[in-house]
């Protein structure tokens, strides 16, 4: 078993930056894929940014690519997720998901392990 725990939300203007960190704990995290996904209310879990196992492949949403930046840290068995030129549009509910799957899917149902999620607030 596997938990995550994320950090880092928060209430920012648009044009700003945030750091959203997802630690885990109960196994090392250095053989899983990692994904950030989000959520608006009402609406499906969207992905937004997703790393393999030694960081070696990441891959972003159309929307996020060129502003956020997924990283992974074995070491400190923690991945972060920094989100930069932030707009009000990325409003939502941020979560980390794991598995220990080598490939790195962008849909939700191929990450069994999911954290409780951090809000993300981006004022206009």
């Known amino acids: 078993q596997v938990q995550l725990v994320e950090s880092g939300g928060g209430l920012v203007q648009a044009g700003g930056s945030l750091r959203l960190s997802c630690a885990a704990s109960?196994?090392?995290?250095?053989?899983?894929?990692v994904a950030w996904f989000r959520q608006v209310a009402g609406k499906e879990r969207a992905f937004v940014a997703a790393?393999?196992?030694?960081?070696?492949?990441?891959k972003y949403a159309d929307s996020v690519s060129g502003r956020f930046t997924i990283s992974k840290e074995n070491t400190k068995n923690t991945v972060y997720l920094q989100m930069s030129s932030l707009k009000p549009e990325d409003t939502a509910v941020y979560y980390c998901?794991?598995?220990?799957?080598?490939?790195?899917?962008?849909?939700?149902?191929?990450?069994?392990?999911w954290g409780q999620g951090t809000q993300v607030t981006v004022s206009s």
């Open positions: 998901a794991a598995d220990q799957n080598p490939v790195v899917y962008t849909f939700p149902t191929a990450y069994v392990y």
């Open positions: 109960g196994r090392t995290f250095s053989s899983y894929t």
């Open positions: 790393i393999n196992w030694n960081g070696g492949s990441t």
